[in-house]
């Protein structure tokens, strides 16, 4: 009849073009055609949805809801648990889902340090080797800067749509960027304290210089 069954698949040469047939390979006019169903020894699915009267139709979310509009559908082959079932559905997922946490913190990290960039003309206060290295580059040091603020915004903002979703998660996360947050402050508040002594002894030092006597 013209078909030939390779791996699976059905192969015909009937209508291809002569050129193709003496090549003997699979050029223009090559018919390839597969045939799959369910595994009758199985019949049965395990379907995920909202069940309305007898008629099962994909979940919505509500409107007070965090994802609002947000549907979820499923069917499966086999009966399967429900953990099992979330459980892999989460796997799917989990790619994606840290590909959009690490890309938004990326994105908020990136904001800060182009908003801390006018303090690249702080590079000139450095010591004399680190002005060297960073002579070239400064904003390699409002890069860093720029680090903890962006963890604590995401860390922040994390926290606060997890609290909602689950506590447990949640309370910890604002825990910890309640602590970033507190050593932000106090080592802004140490280098506001080293700036100012040095000032005041810069001041002291001036004020006890000995007058020269009149020539």
Known sequence: NGWTNASGWY???????PASQAGGQYLLGTVRVRFESNDWR????????ENHEGKISQWKAGPRSLCSGHKVGQLRNGRISYDRLFREMRREL?????????????LVWYALALLLGPLEVATCCLPGCMQNCFADQPEVPTCCASFLPAVACTTL???IVWITILPKVGVPLLIFCGCLILLGLILAMRSACKAYGAKARVKVDTDLEPLLPPE
Do not use: E, N
């Not at 192969?11 to 073009?17: D, E, G, K, L």
């Not at 199985?42 to 949805?49: A, I, M, R, S």
């Not at 989990?94 to 990326?106: A, D, H, Y």
């Open 11 to 17: 192969t015909s040469m009937t209508w291809a073009a």
């Open 42 to 49: 199985y019949p049965g699915v395990t379907v995920l949805g």
């Open 94 to 106: 989990w790619s994606q889902i840290w590909i959009f946490r690490i890309s938004g913190f990326i």
């Open 157 to 159: 903002v994390t926290g």
